[in-house]
């Protein structure tokens, strides 16, 4: 079945650095979607990006969808404590009735 | 407040019994999936129900089971409980249609077999 694969796993950062999460598959992709979940918390939905090269940012994040939309990768300038958290991707299977198949996650933690 | 209730919060249960979550999707939502998160890991599909249908379904072995109600509200029964199926268990809420759109995810139920 399809899989998504996240790098990396973890991720430790001074406050203020940068920070960058790639998500991959060996398959096309309708579209990708970025959540976070906070430690002890529950995913929470950031953005979908549909387009090949889409390019979408909020504040200080940017998401980006591949050319060939099998990769994405969300970016994170300055990171700050309140980005704290567990950051996952996660492809919508149209064509399985709408469900996530969700990436490992990559953990960061910002040191102040 | 995540718009998704799940009940309870906080489960402990004895290897081989059986346990029931509960799930009251985000206003205007009619479709809830549930999903398994065991620690440290992204969360896995169980399955999806739409109009009271089970629609779609993850690998997961038949011990697991659900139901929706008229009122697009969920549950999500597991048999012969086991130890591995220790985990969070989420449930997630969207409305038919919009495309899978921001899925609003519940806090989740905490399981613990012992």
């Known amino acids: 079945g399809q899989q998504v694969m996240q790098i990396p796993q973890y991720q430790h950062v001074q406050e203020g650095e940068d920070f960058t999460t790639y998500c991959n598959s060996s398959?096309?992709?309708?579209?990708i979607q970025w959540y976070k979940q906070r430690p002890g918390g529950h995913p929470v939905f950031l953005i979908q990006?549909?387009?090949?090269?889409e390019v979408k940012k909020q504040k200080r994040l940017t998401f980006q969808f591949g050319e060939a939309k099998k990769n994405s990768s969300l970016h994170i300038t300055a990171t700050q404590t309140t980005d704290v958290g567990t950051y996952f991707c996660a492809a919508l299977s149209y064509n399985q009735g709408g469900k996530l198949i969700f990436g490992q996650g990559t953990e960061l933690s910002v040191k102040p | 407040d995540a718009g998704v209730t799940q009940s309870p919060t906080h489960l402990i249960k004895t290897r081989g019994q059986q346990v029931t979550l509960r799930c009251s999707p985000k206003?205007?939502?009619?479709?809830v999936s549930w999903y398994q998160q065991a620690l440290g890991q992204g969360p896995q599909f169980i399955f999806q129900?739409?109009?009271?249908?089970?629609?779609q379904r993850g690998n997961f072995p038949d011990r697991f089971s659900g139901h929706q109600f008229p009122n697009y509200s969920s549950e999500l029964n597991v048999n012969a409980l086991l130890l591995g199926d220790s985990a969070l268990y989420l449930c997630a809420s969207t409305r038919q249609g919009a495309g899978g759109y921001g899925y609003t995810f519940g806090s989740g139920t905490r399981l613990t077999v012992v």
């Open positions: 206003s205007g939502h009619d479709t």
């Open positions: 990006l549909v387009k090949s090269g």
């Open positions: 398959t096309t992709l309708s579209n």
């Open positions: 129900y739409y109009e009271e249908e089970e629609r």
